[in-house]
């Protein structure tokens, strides 16, 4: 860390802390009171910076001609992410996993298809709302064409994109004592045939979509 940050750092806590998160649910929700962003020292010095941000994010946002009828989705997925991020992030595994544990079962009662750190794998990247929202710009989006892209996102896309990356830095994660969910899998060989897997129905569902 710089020497600026030294000190100021806590363990197992991101700059800023969860609050900063928020800054996404400000801008798709366009309420109107903002959320009190980086409100700890030495990071409320920024909180002017991010809040600019947010206000023209809101602005462009409600330019694009789609975006009510991708806000729901755009909305839930970021109230979801914090939560998960703000877990991950946990110093205690067992006081991460069974949080993560508890937060999959309630906002995915039903999924049969994955599991409890699949599933929390595939909300913590946000990658869902990068696609709702290049559908937004789109005039003639339907609720069709957007549930489908929605479904191919949230989870393969994400999924697919959280586990190559945890992959890829499971020597580094298994070092440094970072949370990784390839290790959460009874060996690297399952690990390896259940990526594949995933890979694949993320180009199933992603070839399937136009364009």
């Not at 003639?140 to 929605?150: G, H, K, L, W």
Request: hydrophobic share 45%; glycine share 4%; net charge negative.
């Amino acid at each position: 860390l710089p020497p600026l940050l030294r000190g100021a750092w806590r363990e197992g806590e991101q700059p800023g802390g969860p609050p900063i998160h928020t800054a996404l649910i400000d801008a798709v929700a366009r309420r109107t009171t903002l959320s009190d962003h980086y409100r700890h020292p030495p990071w409320h010095e920024d909180a002017v910076y991010l809040r600019a941000l947010v206000l023209a994010c809101r602005l462009w946002i409600s330019e694009l001609p789609a975006f009510s009828r991708v806000q729901p989705l755009a909305l839930l997925e970021a109230e979801r992410g914090p939560e998960v991020l703000d877990a991950n992030h946990s110093v205690d595994p067992q006081v991460r996993d069974e949080r993560l544990r508890i937060w999959a079962a309630r906002h995915f009662p039903a999924e049969r298809r994955l599991m409890w750190f699949e599933i929390s794998a595939s909300t913590s990247g946000a990658l869902a709302n990068h696609a709702l929202l290049a559908l937004a710009a789109d005039a003639e989006a339907t609720s069709r064409s957007i549930a489908d892209a929605y479904a191919a996102y949230m989870p393969w896309v994400a999924l697919s994109t959280a586990m190559l990356d945890s992959y890829a830095d499971l020597v580094e994660d298994l070092r440094g004592g970072g949370h990784s969910y390839i290790s959460h899998y009874d060996s690297l060989d399952v690990a390896r045939r259940r990526i594949r897997q995933i890979v694949a129905k993320t180009m199933r569902s992603v070839l399937s979509l136009p364009e």
